[in-house]
């Protein structure tokens, strides 16, 4: 059963696009929402997390969009540079007892020059 | 501090050999994890555990033990390898609970895995 179901499975972006990257939730308990970057060879790092009492977090380029009713959330990259390809974690926890995120598959994003 | 250690990095096995992964964390994080990451397969949380002393299983638990007697360790051990072990192992560590909205998982980098 996969809790959370992230989309696209991969994605291509130009230099200074937009990148969009979708999920979505099923179990309503879910009240926190972090992102994590992972560059090849190396372990997923936490990029940008947001909780259900806010709809929009923005942290320089990158924002996620929080939409409590529908179950989803997006990270929109703006102004993608090739240095953000890399493969994008959604995932989805309680943030009271104990904490073990559900994550999503994975976007691997590339971003061209 | 080191954060998320792991050793090996790499390593290949003949099926049916045994080997310990080993993590340590210097944060006196009391939360810590293995997951294993498959192509397009996301992250799979293998054990976990919330303190020393307490190991639990997470979603793909079969042919893995843990123990945890440290805060700092959390070995993650492989009795008779199999095929299908293959795969890169992250272990993680965190605070109990998100403390504050950039306090989530610290990921270690990896140990990448081959039975053969």
């Known amino acids: 059963q996969q809790q959370v179901k992230q989309s696209p499975q991969s994605l291509i972006v130009q230099k200074g696009g937009i990148s969009i990257i979708n999920c979505a939730y099923e179990?309503?308990?879910?009240?926190?929402f972090p992102w994590y970057q992972q560059f090849p060879g190396k372990g997923p790092a936490l990029l940008i997390a947001?909780?259900?009492?806010?709809s929009e977090k923005k942290e320089g380029r990158f924002t996620i969009s929080f939409n409590k009713s529908a179950k989803q959330f997006s990270l929109h990259i703006m102004d993608s540079q090739p240095g953000d390809s890399a493969t994008y974690f959604c995932?989805?926890?309680?943030?009271?007892?104990?904490?073990?995120?559900?994550f999503g598959r994975g976007t691997s994003l590339i971003v061209h020059p | 501090n080191a954060g998320v250690t792991q050793t090996p990095k790499f390593r290949i096995l003949k099926i049916g050999q045994s080997m310990t992964l080993q993590c340590a964390q210097d944060?006196?994080?009391?939360?810590m994890y293995w997951y294993r990451q498959d192509p397009g397969m996301g992250l799979k949380l293998i054990y976990y555990?919330?303190?020393?002393?307490?190991?639990d299983k997470g979603e793909v638990p079969n042919g893995y033990n843990v123990s945890r007697s440290t805060t700092e360790d959390f070995p993650l051990r492989l009795e008779l390898a199999a095929p299908s072990q293959t795969s890169v192992y992250f272990c993680?560590?965190?605070?109990?609970?998100?403390?504050?909205?950039?306090?989530?998982?610290?990921f270690g980098p990896g140990t990448r895995l081959t039975v053969t």
């Open positions: 555990s919330v303190g020393a002393g307490i190991t």
């Open positions: 179990n309503t308990a879910f009240d926190y």
């Open positions: 995932a989805a926890s309680r943030s009271r007892g104990s904490y073990i995120p559900t």
């Open positions: 993680a560590s965190s605070y109990p609970t998100p403390r504050t909205d950039l306090r989530g998982q610290y």
């Open positions: 944060m006196n994080h009391n939360y």
């Open positions: 947001i909780r259900p009492d806010v």
